[in-house]
């Protein structure tokens, strides 16, 4: 069984940066683009970054470009987002997942919350 966990939020100023970990364990991962997704209070998950598992094809969504960067580490089964020049309408729960319509069981997330 597929687990999912999340790990590096916290809450920063407007403008500060932070890295986000996800750890994959309990499956064969090197098939799937893997993706980082958000869910701030009130409106449904949206997608922010995904990569494929080799490393070598990044996509955004459009709140992400320019500010956020996706990247994996294929040995250690982990992919990062690093979030830079954070702005208050980041905060939100962000969690990973395989880029698919049928997502693996999902985790528990991490906080990030950014204050002006």
């Known amino acids: 069984q597929v687990q999912l966990v999340e790990s590096g939020g916290g809450q920063v100023q407007a403008g500060g940066s932070l890295r986000l970990s996800c750890a994959a364990s309990?499956?064969?991962?090197?098939?799937?683009?893997m993706g980082w997704f958000r869910q701030a209070p009130g409106k449904e998950r949206e997608f922010v970054a995904g990569?494929?598992?080799?490393?070598?094809?990044?996509n955004y969504g459009d709140s992400a470009k320019g500010r956020f960067i996706v990247s994996i580490d294929s040995p250690k089964n982990t992919v990062y987002l690093h979030l830079n020049t954070l702005k208050p309408e980041d905060t939100a729960v962000y969690y990973c997942n395989k880029v698919t319509a049928l997502p693996w069981a999902w985790g528990q997330g991490t906080q990030v919350t950014v204050s002006s």
């Open positions: 309990g499956g064969t991962f090197r098939n799937f683009a």
């Open positions: 990569i494929n598992w080799s490393g070598s094809t990044t």
